[in-house]
């Protein structure tokens, strides 16, 4: 017997490419496992990234007391987006403006004029300050919203269902009793605010009869100040039914709302992962089946086992590298940005460098148990038994 010496490395190469229907099927198969946990994970990274770009720790939230995360439910006094300001010297300033939003948020259904079922959509009434509190925002077409009509994120389309053509300016939709005209489109850094629709927040309150707010955002001029804004609430009297909270840990909050869905989508991952591998099995058992006396032979040429097994791992390993490749490439195409609805709105689905790196350990995986059993069941047959299979 010879010393331990390995295949040499173009036999596994030549091996995938003498059976050309067994290695495409093969690929095939790992290439649709990988494009799937992809997704999954696309999914996951897309949600985290969209509650994280929402937050922004300088900016402070005021709305009522006991709303924990529901702010469509919150309800506070007109006057609020006045008073808290001016009694608060941490408010961010620039050329005399006050860095102050107040706003009015709600889900309501949403209708087209050629559209018979209404699509539930997220709207919220804003001033001026909008922009200089949501530094994100920018208006990529149109202009800022006059009386009766809205400004529409570029998402907010998938939130309702629709095509993104039947929101652009110039388009009418129907809420709340009234016609609007959409006026133009804005994005916001991939944050939550996209799915939404913003229109003046007079007439919003018009629409709904409502002379509330559901909400004040104030930018911070010092780190600190937010300490000071919640300090102020708590000795106010007057402003006893009134919370703070910065934008960042509202979003984080719901973020960890959300565990349970990313943790059924992990469980995704894993069962998909899982059936590969299986996938792998059966077909790496049959190509082992085939190949009995050929294994056979190289041991009787004084290949020991453990080298027979090395290159049919390397055969499975080249496989999942290559349906890694090919996966990775057409998830960036077609995966990559497409935008889902979810109940928060609407979030793209994002391949981002995480998800590329668990999609190409996912594949290494798979070729490397997938090989394994039968590897290890090819070299127990005794070499005598072998040689005598035709």
Not at 341 to 361: P, Q, S
Not at 363 to 369: K, S, V
Request: charged fraction near 20%; glycine fraction near 10%.
């Amino acid at each position: 017997m010879f010393g331990f010496r390995p295949l040499p490395w173009e036999y596994a190469v030549r091996n995938l490419f003498r059976r050309r229907v067994r290695t495409l099927l093969t690929l095939a198969g790992l290439t649709t496992v990988i494009v799937l946990v992809l997704v999954v994970v696309g999914f996951i990274r897309g949600l985290e990234r969209s509650l994280s770009a929402s937050g922004d720790p300088r900016v402070a939230l005021v709305f009522a007391m006991g709303m924990g995360e529901n702010l469509e439910y919150s309800s506070i006094e007109m006057s609020k987006a006045d008073e808290v300001p001016a009694s608060f010297d941490g408010v961010r300033q620039r050329y005399g403006q006050k860095y102050v939003s107040p706003e009015l948020f709600l889900g309501t259904a949403i209708d087209l004029a050629d559209r018979s079922t209404p699509g539930f959509g997220l709207i919220r009434g804003v001033t001026r300050g909008a922009l200089r509190t949501r530094g994100q925002v920018e208006i990529e077409r149109g202009r800022w919203p006059r009386s009766d009509e809205v400004l529409v994120g570029r998402l907010a389309a998938t939130k309702l269902g629709l095509a993104a053509e039947d929101l652009e300016v110039g388009r009418q939709l129907t809420f709340e009793g009234r016609t609007w005209t959409v006026s133009g489109v804005f994005s916001a850094g991939g944050s939550v605010f996209e799915s939404e629709l913003w229109c003046r927040l007079d007439d919003l309150q018009q629409a709904l009869q409502r002379q509330d707010l559901s909400l004040v955002a104030i930018t911070l001029d010092e780190e600190k100040s937010f300490a000071h804004l919640q300090l102020l609430l708590g000795k106010r009297t007057t402003d006893l039914e009134l919370q703070a909270l910065r934008e960042s840990d509202y979003y984080a909050s719901l973020l960890d709302d959300y565990r349970h869905v990313r943790g059924l989508a992990w469980l995704v991952v894993l069962l998909v992962a899982g059936a590969g591998v299986f996938a792998g099995l059966n077909t790496m058992y049959g190509a082992v089946v085939g190949r009995t006396t050929e294994i056979a032979t190289l041991q009787t040429l004084g290949f020991l086992r453990r080298a027979i097994v090395l290159s049919l791992i390397q055969e499975g390993v080249l496989l999942a590298a290559a349906a890694s490749l090919i996966a990775i490439a057409l998830a960036m195409v077609i995966v990559n940005g497409v935008a889902i609805r979810f109940t928060m709105g609407a979030i793209e689905l994002n391949i981002d460098n995480v998800a590329i790196l668990i999609g190409c350990a996912t594949g290494l995986m798979l070729g490397c148990l997938g090989s394994l059993p039968p590897a290890f069941r090819a070299v127990r047959l005794p070499v005598v038994e072998g040689l005598k299979t035709v």
